[in-house]
C-alpha cells in the first residue's frame, strides 16, 4: 500500500529564501509524481509531473526532482515570493488508472 | 480550452439526507476520478471512471456512488450522509489511462457540510 509523507508539515521563510519541500514514498512501483500548490479553501492547480523514467522537471522558479530507489522527491523553489505563501501537495500515482495517492502537504508562508 | 468545473460551489445537508455534486471535465478528457479531502489533510482516492465505466475505488464504502456521461460530465452521489463526510470534494479529469496522458486536473471543489 502506498503511503506518502511530507516534511515539513509547516515552513515560514522570509522573501528572497530559496526553500526545498521533502516528499517521501513507501511504493517504489511508483508510476509519476505529481506536486500541487494549494490556496486555502480552493481546489488543486498542477505545479509539476514528473515520470517514472525522468529525474526532474522544471518550471520557472520551481524544480522537482524524483529519486524511485529511495523513495523521496523534492521540490525546490528559488528566490521565494508572498504569492508562494500555500500549501503543496505531493502525490504518487500508479501505472493504471493513476489513482493519485496524496501525502498531508506542507503549509508554507513567505514574509514580506 | 475550458479547465475543470465542479457545481455546486458549497452545500450544506442533514445527517441521513442524500446529496448529488456535478463536474464538467476538459473537452476530451476521457477518465474522471473523484477525491475527499477532510479539512488539514491530503484527499482521498474516492473512485475513477474512464469512458463511462467505474475504473477502480478505494476504501469508501457502497453509498458512495458516480455515473459519468458522454459529454464529460460525472456525478458523485452520496446517500445516508454522515457527518465525517463533511469535506471538499475534488474531481479531477486526464486525457486518458496511462501511458495516453496521466497528468491530473483538479476543478476548484465543492464544500459539503453536514449537520
Known amino acids: 500500500k502506498q503511503e506518502v509523507t511530507q516534511i515539513p508539515a509547516a515552513l515560514s521563510v522570509p522573501e528572497g529564501e530559496n526553500l526545498v519541500l521533502n516528499c517521501s514514498f513507501t511504493?517504489?512501483?511508483?508510476?509519476?509524481l505529481q506536486w500541487f500548490r494549494q490556496d486555502p479553501g480552493k481546489g488543486l492547480t498542477s505545479l509539476l509531473l514528473i515520470q517514472s523514467s525522468q529525474r526532474e522537471q522544471t518550471s520557472g522558479r520551481l524544480n522537482a526532482s524524483l529519486d524511485k530507489s529511495s523513495g523521496r522527491s523534492t521540490l525546490y523553489i528559488a528566490a521565494s515570493q508572498p504569492g508562494d505563501s500555500a500549501t503543496y501537495l505531493c502525490a504518487g500515482g500508479r501505472e493504471y488508472g493513476n489513482k493519485l495517492v496524496f501525502g498531508a502537504g506542507t503549509i508554507l508562508r513567505v514574509k514580506s | 480550452e475550458t479547465g475543470v468545473t465542479q457545481s455546486p460551489t458549497h452545500l450544506i445537508k442533514t445527517r441521513g439526507q442524500q446529496v448529488t455534486l456535478r463536474c464538467s471535465s476538459q473537452s476530451g478528457h476521457n477518465t474522471v476520478s473523484w477525491y475527499q479531502q477532510a479539512l488539514g489533510q491530503g484527499p482521498q482516492f474516492i473512485f475513477q471512471y474512464y469512458r463511462e465505466e467505474e475504473n477502480g475505488r478505494g476504501n469508501f464504502p457502497p453509498r458512495f456512488s458516480g455515473l459519468q456521461f458522454p459529454n464529460y460530465s460525472s456525478e458523485l452521489n452520496v446517500n445516508a450522509l454522515e457527518l465525517d463526510d463533511s469535506a471538499l470534494y475534488l474531481c479531477?479529469?486526464?486525457?486518458?489511462?496511462?501511458?495516453?496522458?496521466?497528468?491530473?486536473?483538479f476543478g476548484p471543489g465543492t464544500r459539503l457540510t453536514v449537520l
Open positions: 479531477a479529469s486526464s486525457p486518458g489511462l496511462p501511458p495516453e496522458g496521466n497528468e491530473q486536473f
Open positions: 511504493d517504489s512501483a511508483i508510476y509519476n
